[in-house]
């Protein structure tokens, strides 16, 4: 492709994303919704208004995205009339295009997370599979891969709960990762991820292949609403383990949550157990807990209307053992995932949290029915 051929093609694709977004209608809705936060009785309502000012800020990912997006087109067709002219080089139009070409991508590609749970944050949970610490080891290496990836994105993370293997790793870990469209990118992680390597524990040297299961779900805010049946509800509480000395907790801050959850399409009765002890502070936990068996209830649901409307495909899997999405082998320096054949050979990179590319091609392919 030409260089003006370029410039034609990114120009239709930025008008094309401008129509399909529909900017013009999301910045009028904007300036409307502006005007109400600046009324005398605005904060009369601090739950409608905090999810007014959260609808504002939605709009504004858009808008603000896709004014980079024109505005770098517009500097691509300008900086096109000097090359013409003979007023700028190749390099300089060359470079442009690259920009021009990667901002228009990365809009293109966060445009395939127009559900409304996409934009909410995420929890994640880790579980280690059968294998003892060799498991439980890569339980906590994929534990930090999702804490190297939500820094790097500039997302928070907290632990809500986490057990500790025997002898090394984790058993298992929940963690809530904050920040927007975290649950639209990391959803693409849930499943089983196997690893294939020389094991560290095994005296003999030998080879050793361990699975440890990744869920993923919305975390679900004050502008969805969530029934709880409060008479189906119980808690208990326990002391917080430590590291011993001054880290023991000697006062029952740990809550469990038991909830008898009834599903209402099937009928089918199950027990949701949800544990937390993020702080030294029982009612902050409890409210906590309260938050991620919400969203619990939250995806349940979300996941009968998917399945009401056939668009769960038999790429998104349970959680169970043998429904692997991604194989890390670390003696081939290989990792692949088993959904969209996408693989690299920089291994230390993804175990950094390096896993945009495996994300977006999990996305580019599934899209919108993801």
């Not at 119980?234 to 801050?253: C, I, L, M, P």
């Not at 619990?296 to 056939?310: F, I, N």
Request: glycine share 6%; proline share 2%.
């Amino acid at each position: 492709m030409t260089t003006s051929e370029s410039i034609k093609d990114l120009t239709a694709r930025k008008d094309a994303l401008h129509k399909f977004l529909d900017i013009d209608n999301l910045a009028t809705q904007i300036a409307t919704e502006e005007k109400k936060t600046e009324e005398p009785t605005f904060w009369d309502d601090p739950k409608e208004a905090q999810r007014l000012l959260k609808e504002i800020k939605s709009k504004k990912t858009w808008t603000t995205s896709f004014a980079e997006v024109a505005e770098s087109c517009d500097d691509l067709n300008v900086l096109g009339e000097f090359y013409e002219a003979g007023e700028a080089t190749e390099e300089e139009l060359l470079a442009q295009i690259a920009e021009t070409q990667k901002k228009v991508e990365e809009l293109e590609f966060k445009n395939m997370l127009r559900s409304d749970s996409d934009r909410l944050d995420a929890v994640l949970s880790i579980n280690a599979g059968a294998g003892g610490v060799e498991a439980q080891d890569w339980a906590e290496m994929l534990m930090r891969m999702y804490i190297r990836y939500a820094e790097t994105h500039g997302y928070k993370v907290a632990i809500s709960n986490s057990l500790d293997g025997d002898g090394a790793g984790i058993k298992s870990c929940t963690m809530q990762i904050e920040g927007d469209f975290a649950y639209g990118y990391l959803k693409s992680e849930t499943g089983v991820h196997r690893l294939v390597r020389v094991s560290p524990f095994n005296a003999q040297g030998k080879r050793m292949t361990s699975f440890t299961s990744v869920s993923v779900t919305p975390l679900v805010d004050d502008s969805i609403e969530v029934v709880v049946d409060m008479s189906r509800l119980s808690w208990d509480t326990f002391r917080s383990g430590g590291a011993g000395g001054q880290n023991v907790n000697k006062v029952e801050s740990g809550v469990r949550l038991r909830y008898q959850y009834k599903d209402p399409y099937t009928g089918a009765e199950e027990e949701i157990l949800i544990e937390n002890t993020e702080t030294r502070d029982q009612p902050k936990n409890k409210e906590n807990a309260m938050r991620l068996l919400r969203s619990q209830l939250y995806d349940r649901e979300m996941k009968h209307r998917m399945e009401e409307k056939d668009k769960i495909k038999a790429s998104q899997k349970k959680i169970e053992w043998g429904s692997q999405i991604r194989s890390y082998v670390m003696d081939d320096r290989r990792v692949k995932d088993h959904r969209t054949n996408y693989q690299t050979s920089d291994v230390a990179g993804v175990m950094d949290g390096h896993i945009d590319e495996f994300i977006k091609a999990y996305l580019m392919q599934f899209g919108a029915d993801a």
